[in-house]
C-alpha cells in the first residue's frame, strides 16, 4: 500500500521558518502530483501547494511569495519550506498524492497522518 509520512512540524514564533517533509513510498512521486494541504480548528480542510510529475508548481494565494514546495526524486521526498509564518498558518498539515494536477482535496487518493504546525504570536 502507498504510505505517506509527514515530519517537520512544531511550534515557531511569528516570523519564523519551518519546513515540512513527505516521505513516500509504494508511489514513485516523479509520475504523479503531490499536495499539500492544512486544516485549523474548526474550519474546513485548504489547499496549500502542489508540484506535479514534471516539477511545475502552483500555490494558494495565501502563502504565495513565503511558502515553497519541492521534490527529491532521489529520496522521493516532497518537501514544504515555509517562511515568514504568520498565526494564521497554525494548522495540521498533510501531504497526499494523486494522478492529476488539481486543488480539491477530494481528487487525491492517499493521504498521510498530518503534522501540527503552531505559530505564537
Known amino acids: 500500500q502507498v504510505q505517506l509520512a509527514e515530519s517537520g512540524g512544531g511550534l515557531v514564533q511569528t516570523g519564523g521558518s519551518l519546513r515540512l517533509s513527505c516521505a513516500v513510498s509504494?508511489?514513485?512521486?516523479?509520475?504523479?502530483?503531490t499536495g499539500w494541504f492544512r486544516q485549523a480548528p474548526g474550519k474546513e480542510r485548504e489547499f496549500v501547494s502542489l508540484?506535479?510529475?514534471?516539477?511545475?508548481?502552483h500555490y494558494a494565494d495565501f502563502v504565495k511569495g513565503r511558502f515553497t514546495i519541492s521534490r527529491d526524486s532521489a529520496r522521493n521526498t516532497v518537501y514544504l519550506r515555509m517562511n515568514g509564518l504568520k498565526s494564521e498558518d497554525t494548522a495540521v498539515y498533510y501531504c497526499?498524492?494523486?494522478?492529476?494536477?488539481?486543488?480539491?482535496?477530494?481528487?487525491?487518493?492517499?493521504w498521510g497522518q498530518g503534522t501540527q504546525v503552531t505559530v505564537s504570536s
Open positions: 509504494g508511489r514513485t512521486l516523479s509520475m504523479y502530483f
Open positions: 508540484i506535479s510529475s514534471s516539477g511545475n508548481t
Open positions: 497526499a498524492t494523486g494522478r492529476i494536477f488539481t486543488t480539491r482535496s477530494d481528487d487525491y487518493d492517499y
